[in-house]
């Protein structure tokens, strides 16, 4: 059974960093996009960025610049280095991928369960 789990949420200051990381496991053939989407409380869930399994990245318009999205693809992992922090980065990151598990020959959609990433001003 494949999991997504995320690590590296934390509490931050204004202008400070903060390093994201998302790791698959199970019985996994190939995972195609990866990505991570964000949800503040009262607002949708709204997509931060988004990485393709060759590594062409895609980022939201309000955090080009200072968030960077990067793979492992031999560790399973996303990562999201996110710089620069504003407080209305704060919100519940989750990672997302398109994943095939060994056994079957489509890709199915993953949820990680999401990591709190608040900051203070």
């Known amino acids: 059974q494949v999991q997504l789990v995320e690590s590296g949420g934390g509490l931050v200051q204004a202008g400070g960093s903060l390093r994201l990381s998302c790791v698959a496991s199970?019985?996994?053939?190939?995972?195609?996009?990866m990505l991570w989407y964000r949800q503040a409380p009262g607002k949708q869930r709204e997509l931060v960025a988004a990485?393709?399994?060759?590594?062409?990245?895609d980022y939201a318009d309000s955090v080009k610049g200072r968030f960077t999205i990067s793979r492992d693809n031999a560790k399973n992992t996303v990562y999201l280095q996110m710089n620069s922090l504003k407080p209305e980065d704060t919100a519940v990151y989750y990672c997302n991928a398109d994943i095939r598990e060994r056994v079957v020959n489509i890709y199915y959609n993953y949820w990680g369960q999401g990591t709190q990433v608040t900051v203070s001003s």
């Open positions: 199970g019985t996994i053939f190939s995972i195609n996009a």
């Open positions: 990485i393709t399994s060759g590594g062409t990245a």
